[in-house]
């Protein structure tokens, strides 16, 4: 079935594949980790082959690992089976998934979207959290948007946090990273509205025009939305606060715009 067992925690692969917790390494191997059969089949099914699947015994008799075996090793990757102990300390998790891939980081240049392709798109600025990362990813993929793009220094969309709160929307949604300047330059040609999020604005988000494709710009979770960055949108927008909170969650500020931009 595998085309090895592995069940020592000093194995190379198993110590390459849990150094993916670590940024620097992702970010020198391209690699990252997503766990759960389910989300790999997700990466396969919108073709993202794994380089190497990692499976415990318990997953062995599931019809979609068998699957998953065959793109793998069809995309010129490896099918390692390996240990309930390995399976924990890959995910840090005392009750790990039985299975777990490692996947090529893609990321898409900023130049090679297409406005046309969706009714909205997603900017996040200085996005830290990857919980919140990783939601705004399944958002913008359950509303049909056609991209999220991380403006300035973010968060890695790549960490086992973000991907984990993507729910596999992280192989179906393009990400797309940008400095400030570039998404200025960028921005100026963008085809429809350019709405931004401030809790100082006069406009509540449902009087806004969304001219599609809309471009919804959210701010970081401590600073919010820079004056610099504010001042490329052609409207800034508040949702209304009732009750005694000063602002949302981003991600849930991020569902709300999303939701009116493509209403
Ligand atoms: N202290 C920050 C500030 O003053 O902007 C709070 C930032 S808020 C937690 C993070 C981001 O979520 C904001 O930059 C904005 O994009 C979005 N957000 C949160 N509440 C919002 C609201 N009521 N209206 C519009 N955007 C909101």
Not at 233 to 250: E, F, Q, T, Y
Request: contains cysteine.
């Amino acid at each position: 079935m595998s085309d090895r067992t592995v069940t020592s925690l000093t194995n190379p692969t198993v110590k390459a594949v849990r150094a993916l917790h670590l940024r620097k390494e992702r970010d020198e191997t391209g690699l990252f980790v997503a766990e759960g059969l389910k989300i790999v089949t997700e990466a396969i099914e919108t073709g993202h082959a794994p380089a190497i699947l990692m499976y415990g015994a318990e997953a062995t008799t599931h019809p979609l690992l068998r699957q998953a075996m065959a793109a793998t090793r069809a995309g010129g990757g490896e099918v390692i089976e390996v240990t309930q102990e390995i399976l924990a300390k890959v995910s840090r998790r005392d009750n790990p998934q039985a299975v777990v891939g490692v996947f090529h980081q893609v990321f898409m240049p900023l130049e090679a979207l297409a406005p046309s392709a969706a009714p909205c798109f997603v900017a996040l600025h200085r996005v830290r959290d990857p919980g919140n990362l990783g939601t705004i990813v399944r958002t913008a993929d359950a509303a049909g948007c056609g991209a999220v793009i991380l403006v300035g220094e973010c968060c890695d969309p790549f960490s086992v946090e973000a991907v984990r709160a993507t729910m596999g929307s992280v192989f179906a949604v393009p990400i797309v990273r940008a400095t400030e300047e570039a998404f200025a330059a960028w921005r100026a040609r963008w085809p429809g509205s350019v709405i931004g999020t401030l809790l100082t604005a006069t406009m509540a988000h449902h009087q806004a025009t969304y001219a599609k494709p809309a471009l919804v710009f959210m701010g970081n979770e401590q600073q919010g939305l820079t004056p610099e960055m504010a001042a490329l949108c052609d409207v800034n927008v508040k949702i209304p606060m009732r009750g005694r909170a000063d602002s949302l969650n981003l991600s849930v500020a991020t569902g709300v715009m999303i939701y009116a931009a493509t209403a």
